[in-house]
């Protein structure tokens, strides 16, 4: 593999040397995954737990060798159609990148669809061209895309990204039709990550759910401090360059340990500091000024679509960082919010919305970029 001009890698995969720690985690989830075992991943939004996923993969000669890896993402999905969708696209291109033959038997199998694939006229293959509208009756097109990779003749894994999103779904059969499908499969494994953890555990804990005890769990928190610090400096030393101890660990805390912020902060330190240079708190600073004037443009629209009741809590929420009991009448009071059903009711709807995110430790805003804009465009400044 080349060497990257950048070692802190932005918008595609990870490679194990770009990648920090997560050795355990690893372990645990390759383990489960080729020994038949189904896992719940959960972590924050841009915690690492995709780039876990495909440095697992990666590193694995087993799953290398001896398995097909499929992975689709569903954060945006509104319906079973959209899902079943993407899962089939998601067959076919790894198909097509591997075995046209498999690919035809693929499309072969998918009775429902029939006649409404193409063909590339420059080179023969088989071409996945169809619209969602063409998906009549997904339910008939899930099981037909199910038996094709119960019977393909290899061992699988299945990784569906953001899988809480099935419970916003019209179809309220979704969980139970899934359920019915998977526990019949003998030759895969799947992985369900996702990021709202109360809904997770709710699918997958609950005994009146269909997921009930069908999964192993496991929760990414951030990387230890010590850990991302000498995997920075190290980096950086790699390159030519050093970077100082308290920058790293100024930028670790602000974003409580958010891998995609520290990835992004470093990557941007990293392309300002010259080679034979130190990189101090003054460039680590101005990367994070960067990000924040990049997203400014964004963030004021979010807000501007934000209720007035529901933007007070927001902003409550962002000042005190973690908020344990909302209800409380002294958090109600220090921030002159209107009530405790007011409050619950934006709780409600924050969270539902993704601004908001709900942990054991209590509520915080699930973009700790927008907390720091928040703060500092009301007069509460962390940078």
Sequence with gaps: MDKPRNPFILGHRINRPYFCDRVLEQEKLTSAVTNGRNVVLISPRRMGKTSLVHVSFQDSKEIEDEFLTFFFDILQTNSLGEFTYLLGKA???????????????????????????????MSGTPTFDIQLGDIKHPEYTLEEIFNFVEQCGRQVIIVIDEFQQITKYPEKNTEALLRSHIQRMSNTSFVFAGSERSILQEMFVSSKRPFYNSSEIMYLGPIDEDIYVGFVKDLFLDYGKEIEDEPIRWAFRLFDGNTFYMQRTMNG???????????????????????????????????????????????????????????????????AL????????????????????????????????MRIFINDLYSTPEI
Excluded: W
């Design 91 to 121: 067959i076919f291109d790894k198909l097509l990148s591997k075995n046209i033959i498999r690919v035809r038997g693929f499309l072969s199998a998918l009775k429902s669809l029939k006649g409404t694939f193409g063909f590339d006229p």
């Design 338 to 369: 209107p009530s405790s059903s007011s409050v619950q009711s934006a709780l409600l709807k924050l969270t539902n919305s993704g601004l908001l995110h709900k942990s054991p430790e209590g509520y915080t805003l699930s973009d700790p970029l």
């Design 269 to 335: 330190a990293f392309a300002e500091t010259a080679i034979g240079s130190v990189c101090g708190q003054d460039i680590v600073r101005r990367s994070v000024c960067d990000m924040l004037a990049s997203n400014e443009v964004i963030y004021r629209e979010i807000l501007s679509n934000v209720s007035v009741s529901q933007k007070a809590t927001l902003y409550a929420v962002a000042k005190e960082r973690v908020v344990a009991n909302p209800m409380s009448g002294s958090f109600i009071k220090k921030y």
